[in-house]
């Protein structure tokens, strides 16, 4: 069964970094994706970033030029270095896995950006 540490939520004023981290165990094979979703109040479930085995990343256009992703693939481990926080950003954040047709949820961690 495939579980998620995650960690580096929390409370920053706009403006502000914080770096979220998300280790999955339990698997005894390399994902092909590895990424980040985040959910605002009241609002849908949207993909934020992800990273490839082969090491090509994405962002949404809406934080490209703010936030980096990284994975270190070995470890099963990504990465998420969000810089210049805005209110906008406010969000529970969900690291996931997937390969083939499978996808693997963590458990979620609250990233609420206010003065």
């Known amino acids: 069964q495939v579980q998620f540490v995650e960690s580096g939520g929390g409370l920053v004023q706009p403006g502000g970094s914080l770096r979220l981290s998300c280790a999955a165990s339990g698997s005894s094979f390399s994902f092909s994706y590895m990424g980040w979703y985040r959910q605002p109040p009241g609002e849908q479930r949207e993909l934020v970033a992800r990273?490839?085995?082969?090491?090509?990343?994405y962002c949404v256009d809406e934080v490209k030029g703010r936030f980096t992703i990284s994975r270190d693939t070995a470890k099963n481990t990504v990465y998420l270095e969000m810089n210049s926080l805005k209110p906008e950003d406010t969000a529970v954040y969900y690291c996931?896995?997937?390969?083939?047709?499978?996808?693997?949820w963590g458990q979620g961690t609250q990233v609420t950006v206010s003065p």
């Open positions: 990273a490839s085995s082969g090491g090509s990343t």
């Open positions: 996931y896995a997937s390969k083939n047709s499978a996808t693997y």
